[in-house]
């Protein structure tokens, strides 16, 4: 037992800056807060906070727009209130187009097996 611990003794001893090189560097590199590791994380999550800074400057620009345009000019708010909420004047009538005719088609066919009558 004392054979051994000399051994180790003399390995720690003869091999101490090199131990204490190669523990500096896991530490500094791999568990500590600060390590290469979490830098290379936290450039990551940089710059993909950039690029969802960018998204919403760029959403924000269209937005700034739009609300000027809606201050300056009535009939915007008209065109607005027509394209996204199919509203309309008192004497329009609106046709909304639809390409899914196959599935209503579908559904008719069906509708007409469960009743069992034809068209």
Do not use: C, W
């Amino acid at each position: 037992m004392a054979n051994q611990l000399n051994e180790l003794f003399s390995f720690l001893s003869h091999y101490k800056y090199l131990i204490t090189i190669v523990a500096g560097v896991l530490i500094v590199g791999i568990v500590d807060d600060n390590s290469f590791r979490m830098r290379i994380k936290y450039e990551l999550q940089i710059g993909e906070l950039k690029d969802q800074i960018q998204k919403y400057e760029t959403q924000n620009r269209v937005d700034t727009r739009k609300l000027r345009e809606l201050d300056r000019n009535p009939r915007s708010i008209e065109k607005i209130a027509r394209e996204e909420y199919f509203m309309k004047a008192n004497d329009e009538d609106i046709f909304v187009l639809s390409t899914d005719e196959a599935s209503n088609q579908n559904n008719d066919n069906d509708q007409v097996q469960k009743d069992g009558t034809s068209e």
